[in-house]
């Protein structure tokens, strides 16, 4: 079984925490997380972290700037370096507090850990980076509801192959080989969270980058330049009613670790997903490396292919 090291840098992540220690402490073991508090003062965060300490987590409480959530990156990077010297190790895999790791499988969606290692197997002998090209992010306002989102790509790295971690973790890189490679793994990112506490998190953040905003024209650009907390000018720039509306265009995936539902745009009627069904209609599709369903929800659902 691959040895997976999962880092992540968090603040007053509460309920988060608690979801994301669950998930990957069953699936890689308590020993091989690794957590970067950046200073949080609340109190059910501090008991998470402590008691993930006692199990076997890693947890480290002194990089508790603003700047070093901005270069964690950078934080990974040396972890990297150290891990690669001092253990013996296969994947690096940067992730976020608010993401889950899942996989696309030949029938739909997976959290189990069997799936989740299997294609981590499957990957053992690359030696390039790994591309997570598809994110679902959870819908506003709507339980158990995601949306594909096709340009938040993330990504990890197999150890010891000279890796570079950006700050976002979207376009990691290896010395060995300059390609990276597409997986079948997708993150559920529950970023979205009630409104008023969204546009107060996302102010905060872009405070870090931005020298004002309340500047519609720098956060504009701020955005279109892609600079770090870019993803999160629109909300600034919109309101309440698009914000709980940003997904009405797109098809919503409804999965809780069971089967798949969707639902297509403009349309009542939810459909079950059904891959044999969709590469019968769609025989193309059974050469594309992610799985069927990754390939409606990238492909599929934006070209008007039929939901058989």
Same mark, same amino acid.
Request: aromatic fraction near 12%; glycine fraction near 8%; charged fraction near 25%.
């Given at each position: 079984?691959?040895?997976?090291?999962?880092?992540?840098?968090?603040?007053?992540?509460?309920?988060?925490?608690?979801?994301?220690?669950?998930?990957?402490?069953?699936?890689?073991?308590?020993?091989?997380?690794?957590?970067?508090?950046?200073?949080?003062?609340? /109190?059910?965060?501090?008991?998470?972290?402590?008691?993930?300490?006692?199990?076997?987590?890693?947890?480290?409480?002194?990089?508790?700037?603003?700047? !070093?959530? +901005?270069?964690?990156?950078?934080?990974?990077?040396?972890?990297?370096?150290?891990?690669?010297?001092?253990?013996?190790?296969?994947?690096?895999?940067?992730?976020?507090?608010?993401?889950?790791?899942?996989?696309?499988?030949?029938?739909?969606?997976?959290?189990?850990?069997?799936?989740?290692?299997?294609?981590?197997?499957?990957?053992?002998? %690359?030696?390039?980076?790994?591309?997570?090209?598809?994110?679902?992010?959870?819908?506003?306002?709507?339980?158990?509801?995601?949306?594909?989102?096709?340009?938040?790509? /993330?990504?990890? $790295?197999?150890?010891?192959?000279?890796?570079?971690? !950006?700050?976002?973790?979207?376009?990691?890189?290896?010395?060995?080989?300059?390609?990276?490679?597409?997986? =079948?793994?997708? %993150?559920?990112?529950?970023?979205?969270?009630?409104? =008023?506490?969204?546009?107060?998190?996302?102010?905060? /953040?872009?405070?870090?980058?931005?020298?004002?905003?309340?500047?519609?024209?720098?956060?504009?650009?701020?955005?279109?330049?892609?600079?770090?907390?870019?993803?999160?000018?629109?909300?600034?720039?919109?309101? +309440?009613? !698009?914000?709980?509306?940003?997904? /009405?265009?797109?098809?919503?995936? %409804?999965? +809780?670790?069971?089967?798949?539902?969707? +639902?297509?745009?403009?349309?009542?009627?939810?459909?079950?997903?059904?891959?044999?069904?969709?590469?019968?209609?769609?025989?193309?599709? $059974?050469?594309?490396?992610?799985?069927?369903?990754?390939?409606?929800?990238?492909?599929?659902?934006?070209?008007?292919?039929?939901?058989?």
């Amino acid at each position: 079984m691959a040895i997976v090291k999962v880092m992540m840098m968090q603040k007053n992540e509460g309920p988060r925490l608690a979801r994301w220690l669950t998930h990957y402490g069953q699936i890689f073991g308590m020993e091989n997380l690794l957590i970067f508090d950046n200073g949080s003062s609340d /109190k059910f965060t501090i008991s998470l972290l402590n008691e993930a300490e006692y199990r076997g987590a890693h947890v480290r409480r002194d990089l508790n700037r603003p700047v !070093d959530f +901005q270069m964690k990156g950078q934080h990974y990077n040396n972890v990297i370096a150290s891990l690669d010297h001092d253990e013996e190790y296969d994947f690096a895999l940067p992730v976020d507090c608010d993401e889950t790791l899942c996989v696309f499988t030949e029938g739909g969606l997976s959290l189990d850990a069997r799936d989740i290692h299997a294609e981590f197997e499957r990957l053992k002998s %690359y030696r390039g980076a790994f591309s997570i090209g598809l994110s679902l992010f959870n819908v506003p306002n709507r339980e158990g509801w995601y949306a594909p989102n096709r340009f938040f790509p /993330k990504g990890f $790295v197999p150890a010891r192959c000279g890796a570079r971690i !950006d700050n976002g973790h979207h376009f990691p890189t290896s010395s060995e080989v300059p390609e990276s490679f597409l997986t =079948r793994f997708t %993150y559920l990112h529950n970023h979205h969270r009630p409104y =008023r506490e969204m546009i107060r998190n996302a102010r905060a /953040k872009l405070a870090l980058e931005v020298e004002n905003v309340t500047d519609k024209e720098l956060l504009r650009e701020h955005a279109r330049r892609a600079l770090p907390g870019g993803h999160l000018v629109h909300l600034l720039l919109g309101t +309440q009613a !698009d914000y709980y509306t940003m997904y /009405k265009n797109e098809v919503q995936l %409804y999965f +809780q670790g069971n089967d798949v539902l969707l +639902q297509e745009p403009g349309k009542k009627n939810v459909r079950y997903w059904d891959a044999k069904r969709y590469r019968e209609c769609h025989p193309d599709t $059974v050469v594309y490396e992610a799985g069927l369903l990754s390939h409606y929800l990238t492909y599929g659902a934006p070209e008007g292919r039929e939901l058989p």
